[in-house]
């Protein structure tokens, strides 16, 4: 009884406090309310073009959750553009990702790739490189592919010629050749035996032909060294 009568003596209390705090919690958002109208009434008169920028930005950030998507759409499509441009110009300035193959013999290059000039004032054009082996090596196939064509030269022995699937390999200055005309090749297959030249050396003569075109065997070959 008398707590059913605390109870009834305090309702009242409690309904006033209850009714206070929610008009004050009213009270505070009109008050925030008046405050950002005003400021933007400050704005308009201050600026007009600034208050419409500041709109638009604020626009922007609560719009642009919603952009992600589309904006990586367009950071992948300016990603290849940029690609296909490098792509461009490596191609323009003749630089390529070219495929590197092991050497056709252990050695050093002893005559370069190119003009070649000679004590004697001589010059002419070398399609390949010749490469002096370490001891007694053999040369070998760097690419598997078909023995198209065994050629006697005479004084500077046999040349070997095989086609690859993008290139075509030329293996020179050969006294016996192990390989016949028309046989498939692997990588690393024993090509024949070297001559021994008049002065006293054994060299490799190797080309390497793109598109019927000799080509720099440098840049294609991991040679060890250079004389």
Same mark, same amino acid.
């Given at each position: 009884?008398?707590?059913?009568?605390?109870?009834?003596?305090?309702? *009242?209390? $409690?309904?006033f406090l209850r009714k206070r705090f929610h008009? $004050?919690?009213?009270? #505070?958002?009109f008050i925030c309310i008046l405050i950002i109208l005003s400021l933007i009434l400050i704005l308009k008169v201050i600026n007009n073009k600034l208050t419409s920028n500041i709109i638009q930005i604020i626009n922007k950030g609560i719009n642009y959750e919603f952009s992600i998507k589309g904006d990586g759409k367009k950071i992948l499509n300016y990603s290849k553009k940029l690609l296909e441009l490098s792509g461009k110009t490596l191609e323009a300035l003749n630089i390529k990702n070219k495929p590197m193959y092991s050497s056709p013999i252990e050695?050093?290059?002893?005559?370069?790739? *190119? &003009?070649? #000039?000679?004590?004697d004032g001589s010059v002419n054009f070398n399609? *390949?490189? /010749? %490469?002096?082996?370490? /001891?007694?090596k053999e040369p070998i196939v760097i690419e598997k592919g078909i023995v198209s $064509? %065994? &050629?006697d030269k005479n004084t500077k022995g046999y040349f070997v010629t095989i086609q690859h699937e993008n290139m075509t390999t030329v293996y020179g200055y050969l006294i016996e050749v192990y390989l016949r005309e028309g046989?498939?090749?692997?990588? *690393? /297959?024993?090509i024949g035996t070297l001559g021994t030249n008049k002065d006293g050396n054994k060299y490799l003569h190797f080309e390497i032909w793109i598109d019927n075109v000799p080509v720099n065997p440098m840049e294609y070959i991991k040679f060890s060294k250079s004389i």
């Open positions: 009884m008398n707590k059913k009568i605390y109870s009834n003596k305090y309702r *009242g209390i $409690k309904n008009y $004050k919690r009213q009270l #505070k958002r050695g050093a290059v002893y005559k370069p790739f *190119g &003009e070649v #000039k000679h004590l399609n *390949g490189v /010749d %490469i002096i082996p370490k /001891d007694e $064509k %065994i &050629e046989e498939r090749v692997n990588i *690393g /297959d024993k």
